[in-house]
């Protein structure tokens, strides 16, 4: 029990982020979530006491913030055991263990859902970069009428939605913790106020940061993918082409060659055993790509993490 | 007599129960409950001492949801944050009749040692 109890409820909300200062910022946004809700469900149930009154009493009826803090560590690790998916059991011989491992990687979900993910960074990329330009733009010419101010309160809503349902889609492809409540804004509070503390909070704007981030990236992330994708799947193919030009069912308007760049191109090896070798090439073009994509869906999850989770929590 | 060996008992005991106390209270309500309710039906029903912390029941409620014994949904309040309801499924309610299953057999052969009727 902490020799200070919390008398009001930014103050047990204080303790309980101190208390769970070691972990995750995606469970401490969850775990203070929750604590708010109950909190402000208590204080308002009893309209004829004091906040401090209230909570003199949540030690022995919610939990002490380290109580709390313990509870969600302890359910963290069971929930986090039970959703990982194994690990590839280990490989029996040493000598052929980097090969597998390499080519180990056709075998791990996680990898195609990264790639998944990377496709998917195009269209959430422009939707995201429409979406904070117009409302950024909007939000600053409407500022001089009345109508500016609740328009920029739902645009930063809008945001933290947004924000939110990337981190969801974030945790779904790549494993990374996200945060599964939102932010809470607050206790209600006049909307100069509102504003002011939406300004003044860091997450706003890298959040807001990371929103447009995400074209640049989304253009990247998606032209690595489509590129490696086709290049692999076309090498990896190139038997197949072989057979299917042997038997005439390939349409002599459709390009024989491999790779065809500005007019120089590489045409499509014309037997059987060139192909075999182009196959096992493409194998390791597509093997080096769910690699690549696994590292840089990690190393994005992280970029999303420290801008639209850590600041502030 | 120290009595964090007997709060740590009572940890250990509490690791699977609260997960069954409230799969069981959810498929009692005619409604969807939210945490605080389901917190406050717990603290009506056992009176002096509780035996686990409120605070304790909303990671587990959020595990129940993940593993699809429980739907919640979403429902904006004026007193604080939105409230997320809650309502059991029929996987829970299925995983509720084993787990009772379970706690009756162990209830059962837990008391004939203690009550020694089995002496």
């Known amino acids: 029990m902490s020799a200070n109890a919390a008398r009001s409820i930014d103050e047990y909300l204080k303790q309980l982020r101190s208390a769970l200062a070691d972990e995750d910022p995606a469970l401490i946004q969850d775990a203070l979530y929750d604590a708010e809700e109950y909190l402000r469900a208590e204080v308002a149930s009893h309209p004829n006491r004091s906040e401090a009154d209230v909570l003199e009493l949540i030690a022995s009826t919610y939990g002490a913030p380290e109580e709390v803090a313990a509870a969600y560590r302890d359910t963290e690790v069971k929930v986090k055991a039970a959703l990982k998916t194994p690990a590839p059991p280990a490989t029996a011989a040493p000598a052929s263990g980097r090969l597998r491992r390499f080519f180990g990687v056709f075998m791990d979900t996680r990898a195609y859902t990264s790639l998944f993910y990377m496709l998917l960074t195009l269209a959430t990329g422009i939707i995201y970069f429409t979406f904070v330009v117009t409302g950024l733009a909007l939000s600053a010419g409407l500022a001089v009428l009345v109508i500016g101010i609740p328009f920029f309160l739902a645009f930063i809503g809008m945001a933290r939605v947004l924000a939110l ?3 969801r889609l974030i945790e779904g492809t790549t494993g990374e913790r996200m945060p599964r409540r939102p ?3 607050g206790p209600p509070a006049g909307w100069l106020n509102r504003i002011g ?15 447009l981030l995400m074209l640049p990236l989304g253009v990247l992330y998606f032209t690595i993918a489509v590129t490696g994708l086709t290049i692999g799947l076309r090498f990896a ?7 299917a030009g042997d038997f005439g069912w390939i349409p002599p308007e459709i390009s024989s060659h491999v790779l065809e760049i500005d007019g120089a191109s590489y045409g499509s ?5 060139a192909a075999l070798f182009c196959m096992v090439f493409g194998v390791v073009i597509l093997a080096l790509l769910l690699h690549a994509a696994r590292g840089i869906a990690r190393g994005h999850a992280r970029l999303a993490k420290s801008l639209l989770v850590e600041p502030g929590a | 007599m120290d ?3 007997a709060r740590k008992f009572q940890k250990d005991l509490n690791a699977g ?3 069954l106390v409230l799969l069981a209270v959810l498929e009692r309500s005619t409604e969807d409950l939210y945490g605080y309710e389901i917190a406050k039906r717990l603290q009506r029903a056992n009176e002096g001492e509780a035996l686990f912390k409120e605070g304790t029941i909303y990671p587990v409620l959020r595990a129940l949801a993940a593993a699809g014994l429980l739907t919640s949904r979403v429902v904006p309040s004026y007193a604080g944050p939105a409230r997320r309801y809650y309502r059991i499924t029929d996987e829970g309610r299925a995983m509720l009749g084993q787990w009772s299953q379970i706690w009756r057999q162990t209830r059962g052969f837990v008391d004939r040692f203690i009550e020694g009727t089995d002496s």
């Open chain 1, 183 to 185: 932010v809470h804004p």
């Open chain 1, 197 to 211: 503390d939406m300004l003044k909070d860091v997450r706003t704007w890298t959040t807001l940061l990371y929103l």
């Open chain 2, 3 to 5: 009595d964090s060996q």
């Open chain 1, 165 to 167: 349902a990337e981190g």
């Open chain 1, 237 to 243: 193919l190139a038997p197949v082409v072989v057979l």
């Open chain 2, 17 to 19: 129960l609260v997960a």
């Open chain 1, 269 to 273: 090896p014309q037997s059987f055993i």
